[in-house]
């Protein structure tokens, strides 16, 4: 899989955090642990 197919799994949801982890990718794993940091403030969430 090339960086390009593996981001756009990511958008896609075709790929999970562990599968992230498992391919490398640690810019995907980033993008996840962002989201996950994201989700978890409710003052982010509400501003957004």
Known sequence: MTKAEKW???F???IDEEEA???GE???SSAF???NNFM???EQK???
């Open 8 to 10: 756009l799994a990511y």
């Open 12 to 14: 896609a949801k075709q």
């Open 21 to 23: 982890s498992k391919m």
């Open 26 to 28: 640690a810019a995907i």
């Open 33 to 35: 642990d962002a989201v």
């Open 40 to 42: 978890l403030s409710e």
């Open 46 to 48: 509400l501003a957004h």
